[in-house]
Nanobody, 116 residues
Framework: QLVESGGGLVQVGGSLRLSCAAS????????IGWFRQAPGKERELVAK???????DYGESVEGRFTISRDNRRNTVSLQMNSLKPEDTGVYYC????????????WGQGTQVTVSS
């Protein structure tokens, strides 16, 4: 399972750090990432990281967000800086198994609200 933490309310320009703790599966076999969904919008990829540490970011967060993983502690963090109102949404941690058969885990989501 995946358990997120760290969401909350922050002002424009502020920072938040989200964490995702994984358990019950072989963490090294999974790429881990974050999606977000704002009201009335489609879910979009925020960032992802492979087991080897290769990262990828959504265009809207490039240069402001940083994803990292700790393979010993089975955790992934998302450092979010220079937050904007459009970053508001529910952030979901996911894990995608990179060896066959493919399998996904999803967290329950954590709310991030950026107020102006």
């Amino acid at each position: 399972q995946l358990v997120e933490s760290g969401g909350g309310l922050v002002q424009v320009g502020g920072s938040l750090r989200l964490s995702c703790a994984a358990s019950g599966f072989d963490f090294d076999d999974y790429a881990i990432g974050w999606f977000r969904q704002a009201p009335g919008k489609e879910r979009e990829l925020v960032a992802k990281v492979t087991s080897g540490g290769t990262t990828d970011y959504g265009e809207s967060v490039e240069g402001r967000f940083t994803i990292s993983r700790d393979n010993r502690r089975n955790t992934v963090s998302l450092q979010m800086n220079s937050l904007k109102p459009e970053d508001t949404g529910v952030y979901y941690c996911y894990a995608r198994r990179v060896v066959t058969p493919t399998f996904f885990y999803w967290g329950q989501g954590t709310q991030v609200t950026v107020s102006s």
